[in-house]
């Protein structure tokens, strides 16, 4: 395991990681794609539909990179456009009509931030799903398997139970971005990402994630037999909760709580 902060990122980027099309296809059954948010376009960044996982019916949704230069550029390096988000909330708002869990896995940059995503409501869809996901009635558990790169990621991270990989890293903005921001120089990235705290160790401290997950055997039928094994209990437990919304919402507005001020 590397245990530096630039290091990790490193990791996170690597094209040999597992991309979110090989857990849906390795822990799932049954899956069925579905395409297009009703309103401009399907986007191949994000993968999404109905499936099994073990005996239980759920909605996976995942964000895709793809591994080879081709299958990159086809989608888009995983960062998603606003039809992409759009997608992901009519996948979701369908789950919570026909009562299914919602399993996420994220790995972006970032969302898209060319011009015409901008002028297709990037912001707004992101905004949208942030809304959506903290008042959704069905059980929701996002795992961050590479980068986890601001709006971009969150847009699909407002959930029960967010993990991680033990690799993965979870930032307001990319090291090369802050550095380049801070001191004009994106070379100081490696600085940057000691500061921002990204590791997966630092998202378990600051009480933003519930679980690390281990990299052992990374990509074999041992590590996604694991995973789903993990998944299927934590989806049983939280399918059983009465109070679900309302202890996600209680999750969301204790981050960041770092000291009591006394009178």
């Known amino acids: 395991m590397n245990s530096d902060a630039f290091g ?47 005996d239980l019916p759920v909605t996976v949704i995942a964000i895709e990179k793809g591994h080879t230069a081709k299958e990159r550029t086809f989608r888009n390096f995983g960062m998603p456009h606003p039809e992409g988000y759009r997608k992901a909330l009519r996948l979701m708002k369908q789950a919570e009509k026909f009562g299914r869990p919602v399993i996420l896995f994220v790995d972006t940059s970032g969302a898209y931030c060319g011009v015409g995503a901008e002028e297709r409501g990037q912001g707004q869809a992101i905004a949208e799903n942030l809304l959506e996901m ?37 930032s307001v ?38 679980k690390i997950l281990s990299e052992k ?19 049983k437990l939280l399918s059983a909760d009465p109070e679900l919304t309302e202890k996600r919402y209680a999750r969301f507005r204790s981050l960041g709580v770092s000291a009591v001020i006394k009178e």
Not at 21 to 41: Q, S
Not at 217 to 234: A, M, P, V, W
């Open 134 to 170: 903290s008042a959704l009635c069905v059980p929701i558990l996002s795992i961050l398997i590479g980068e986890g790169g601001s709006g971009g990621a969150l847009a699909l991270s407002v959930a029960d139970r967010v993990w991680m990989l033990q690799n993965a890293v979870y």
């Open 173 to 210: 903005i990319s090291p090369e971005g802050c550095a380049s921001i801070l001191w004009k120089d994106a070379g100081k990235a490696p600085e940057a990402a000691k500061s921002l705290k990204l590791t997966a160790e630092d998202a378990k401290s600051l009480g933003v994630i519930e």
């Open 8 to 54: 990790r990122v490193r990791l996170a980027r690597d094209s040999r990681r597992p991309t979110g099309l090989d857990y849906i296809k390795n822990i799932f059954k049954g899956f069925i794609e579905f395409h297009g948010d009703r309103r401009f376009a399907d986007d191949p960044a994000i993968v999404g539909g109905i499936a099994r996982l073990q």
């Open 217 to 235: 055997d990374l990509g074999s039928k041992e590590f996604y037999h694991r995973i789903s094994t993990l998944l299927t209990e934590e989806v």
